[in-house]
């Protein structure tokens, strides 16, 4: 059973370009947790992948993008809702499969608890990302990317 929440944009990422945000950290509530690389806009399918730290013991993981709590501009973060214990626990990721239905099942299963925000930010029709940054939002001229 698929949790289309869990798995779309939360209202402010929908201003973003996924490409846009390579590169900034990613953050729980309970320190960093790597550096996103890249993600996938679909409606109800879209996620981030992020290369962890060392110090996490995994080189990358996938998170559902309705994970997202807000982003950051002045930090060049990405706030999520899961702390850094979830993101090891996590079934393991395979560059492979993050389409995989069944990857996906075991995601959802795993950050059920832990995506209070869900229901709170997640747009009742979310809009792929097609657009950049909206004009009035302030730029990072340092903007790292790690294509």
Known sequence: ???PALWS?????QQYCVTDLRGFTVEGPD???????TGC???GRSYLIVS??????IATTMLPAGLVERIDEDRAAVLVG???????????????SPQ???????LEQHYAGSRSRATRNASPAPRALARS?????PTRSSHRSLS
Not at 100 to 106: G, H, K, L, M, S
């Open 9 to 13: 944009l939360s209202v402010q990422l």
């Open 82 to 96: 899961c702390c850094r214990a979830d993101v090891v626990q996590a079934p393991p990721f395979d560059v492979a």
């Open 52 to 57: 962890t730290y060392p110090s996490l013991g």
């Open 1 to 3: 059973m698929s949790d």
């Open 31 to 37: 320190g960093r947790i790597g550096i996103l690389k």
């Open 41 to 43: 806009a679909h409606p």
């Open 100 to 106: 995989d239905d069944v990857y996906r099942a075991a």
């Open 133 to 137: 940054r909206p004009t009035t939002a």
